[in-house]
């Protein structure tokens, strides 16, 4: 796993105030907002994210690169790959 805290996402969804399933509905919707190999970055206070997106990921053929805790909240990283 490369190092996440150095990376420059493209575009931010802050999730961080919903619960499961809306940050993979952010997710869903925010990564039409980036360019193929461009990174979305998902914040996201609810701990099932980190189930759900790098599942979303392995369905929808995207690369899920990880997460990293932040202070109360955890930051998603994913490239799209189509």
């Not at 925010?30 to 190999?37: A, E, K, M, R, T």
């Amino acid at each position: 796993m490369s190092d996440l805290s150095n990376i420059q996402p493209a575009k931010t969804v802050d999730a961080r105030a919903m619960a499961c399933p809306g940050p993979l509905l952010e997710a869903k919707k925010g990564i039409g907002g980036v360019s193929v190999g461009q990174v979305l970055e998902i914040l996201s206070g609810d701990k099932g994210s980190r189930e759900d997106i790098p599942a979303w990921c392995k369905k929808t053929g995207h690369e899920y690169l990880g997460v990293v805790e932040k202070d109360g909240y955890d930051a998603l990283y994913v490239v799209r790959k189509k």
